[in-house]
């Protein structure tokens, strides 16, 4: 079965690019079957959909997101990728890998473990 | 676009049913499957339930869900509700609803 699991800093300055990345085990990421996306919580609150990406590299993005996102696919690594610029302190959250089961944004399953960035100087 | 509404918290007592709502705002509730979410604190969100009322292997019968066309809502039912239930349970549509924590006393 899929496992999904996020690495990357932890913690990122003001103003920079946060970049993380999620590896694929137990399938292929160029399945057809699947779409990949990404996923945030800021500590305390609810849960946002970042965007996703196909394996053909085709991405959609949460339109109040999509200036500063950015959703890459590496098939050889069977990883895809997160990079959000300008990150500000609003930026601070658990953010998630997930498999979208429904289209590109709707039942994701199933989810990384989470991975908490800290935007601060 | 469109919001998801939850209440923000309720409490039942072990072994009471509870009902947790999710309100659409516009367009109507059927036109998107509505998936609901269990999430323990520094966990994950796990699905208990997916495409309006189906229930993945290993989730208890004691959930279910359905939606209801005239008040464009969903609604995730717990019956028979455990310690181990207390939970922040979120509707998805698309879009998240805001989250509703369940407390069991």
């Known amino acids: 079965q899929l496992q999904l699991q996020e690495s990357g800093p932890g913690l990122v300055k003001p103003s920079e690019t946060l970049s993380l990345t999620c590896t694929v085990s137990g399938g292929s990421i160029s399945s057809s079957s699947y779409y990949w996306g990404w996923i945030r919580q800021p500590p305390g609150k609810g849960l946002e959909w970042i965007g996703s990406i196909y394996y053909s590299g085709s991405t959609y993005y949460n339109p109040s997101l999509k200036s500063r996102v950015t959703i890459s696919v590496d098939t050889s690594k069977n990883q895809f990728s997160l990079k959000l610029s300008s990150v500000t302190a609003a930026d601070t959250a658990v953010y998630y890998c997930a498999t979208p089961r429904d289209g590109i944004d709707n039942w994701f399953d199933p989810w990384g473990q989470g991975t908490l960035v800290t935007v601060s100087s | 676009n469109f919001m998801l509404t939850q209440p923000h918290s309720v409490s039942e007592s072990p072994g009471k049913t509870v009902t947790i709502s999710c309100t659409r705002s516009?367009?109507?509730?059927?036109?998107?499957?509505v998936q609901w979410y269990q999430q323990r604190p520094g966990s994950a969100p796990t699905t208990v339930i997916y495409e309006d009322n189906q229930r993945p292997s290993g989730v208890p019968d004691r959930f279910s869900g359905s939606i209801d066309s005239s008040s464009n809502s969903a609604s995730l039912t717990i019956s028979g509700l455990k310690t181990e239930d207390e939970a922040d349970y979120y509707c998805?549509?698309?879009?998240f609803g805001g989250g509703t924590k369940l407390t069991v006393l």
């Open positions: 516009s367009g109507s509730i059927a036109s998107n499957y």
């Open positions: 998805q549509s698309g879009v």
